[in-house]
């Protein structure tokens, strides 16, 4: 018997939510993390909603990891369709911040979230996601790159281009960045699921 009877529920239980946390960020309107500028610059310029171009902007991602040839797993899949159609659920029931405690309220949940969501994911170990695969891609098809000097460069890259489309860059951006590291470690050894046997694959892990 294998451990996938664990991995895939934590897989799906991961995403649905991190959607949250991607909707609870949205709504508290004090600044997202780099690519969900992006995603909701994308949105308001094209009137798509949210999740919707979370999930179709992963599907150019994902074409690029042919050239790195890098392979999707699972979760690679799983990620592409899950998040983007949860964090439109998900704002569809929120109630918006209006005051200040509330948004800020809404922040702190969801980079906590989104960093419970985040070692639930990747403990899972079925796949990077479209953007973290894309990222890892490179540094392997370029070795000379840091995945730091990689991430960083598609991050500010990503987020250049949000902010001058209209999303939302502030304070929680900054928090964002300096807490989902620490975070991430801190979860990951939780949800980390150790094969039961030596796999003849090797799988990626990796964020969305």
Known sequence: MTDL?????????????????????????????????????VSRVTGLSF?????LTGVPVLLL?????????????????VIGLVADA?????????HLPARIGYLVAGVL?????????????????????????????????????????IELGVLAIGFLLGGTFGVGTVVYAV???????????MFTIRPAAPEPVAVQDGLR
Not at 65 to 81: E, Y
């Open 5 to 41: 009877g664990k991995r895939v529920p934590q897989l799906f239980l991961g995403l649905v939510l991190y959607g949250i946390s991607m909707a609870l960020m949205v709504e508290s309107d004090l600044g997202l993390n780099p690519w969900d500028v992006f995603h909701q610059g």
């Open 51 to 55: 999740g919707v171009v979370v999930l």
């Open 65 to 81: 990891w042919i050239p790195l040839r890098q392979k999707p797993g699972f979760g690679t899949i799983a990620n592409l369709v």
């Open 90 to 98: 998900a704002l569809a029931v929120l109630s918006p911040g209006h």
């Open 113 to 153: 979230l989104n960093g419970v969501a985040t070692g639930m994911y990747i403990g899972a170990r079925l796949g990077p996601g479209p953007r973290d695969g894309l990222m890892t891609g490179i540094v392997r098809r370029f070795p000379r790159l840091s995945i730091r000097l990689v991430r960083t460069g």
């Open 179 to 189: 807490t989902i590291g620490p975070l991430a470690q801190f979860f990951l050894p």
